[in-house]
């Protein structure tokens, strides 16, 4: 059995999907941490009760919003990081305390479109293969080692918004099942 935190920033659909994969598994998932008071993901939690953090940045540096952070890891000993459109960069100093045990999904096929906008930068690209990345948490941004790749290949006539949910879709498919297999796994147990 182990226990699991998700870090997120806004909408929280990922995050549900976890939740609902984890449910009735023998692992647990702890607490969501959230940097944003106005993120739906709050309500998320509070429908599907969850625990919740709000760890405000504002007016702090890095360094002191992520020692209450890790307080909270160490609180609920937690054995695995799962970022869900956390919008914030993790510093060495917490990447290195958590090294292999946090990991994060992207919206496109790294290492093409790293940073915020990976869906609208991989729609306004020539690409016609597209697909989402799961990956460990390094020092760098969405630079990490890879877990699992899935893409589709679009037609060119999609909008962005059927492309999102095409990118959502595959999302929530793949993520749940590769957080369940990394926890069943020896090691992060
Ligand atoms: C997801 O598409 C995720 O891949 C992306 O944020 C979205 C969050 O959606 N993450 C990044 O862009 C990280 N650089 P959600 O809040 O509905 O789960």
Do not use: W
Request: aromatic share 8%.
């Amino acid at each position: 059995m182990a226990n699991l935190a998700v870090f997120a920033s806004g909408n929280g659909s990922n995050f549900e999907a976890i939740a609902k994969e984890l449910a009735g598994t023998e692992h647990s998932l702890k607490f969501l941490l959230c940097n944003n008071k106005n993120a739906f993901v709050l309500k998320r939690a509070d429908r599907l009760g969850i625990i919740k953090y709000l760890i405000n940045y504002t007016g702090k540096s890095r360094h002191d919003a992520e020692e209450k952070m890790i307080e909270l890891l160490k609180l609920h000993r937690i054995d695995l990081v799962v970022l869900a459109g956390f919008m914030k960069i993790l510093t060495p100093l917490f990447v290195s305390e958590y090294s292999n045990k946090i990991i994060n999904i992207h919206p496109s096929l790294l290492p093409k479109y790293p940073g915020t906008k990976g869906i609208e930068e991989s729609y306004y690209s020539e690409d016609k293969e597209l697909g989402i990345t799961i990956h460990f948490v390094d020092t760098g941004v969405d630079t990490g080692k890879i877990i699992l790749q899935k893409s589709f290949v679009r037609s060119g006539k999609e909008t962005l918004k059927e492309i999102e949910e095409r990118i959502h879709i595959l999302e929530h498919l793949y993520y749940p099942q590769v957080i369940l297999e990394l926890l069943n796994k020896t090691g992060i147990k």
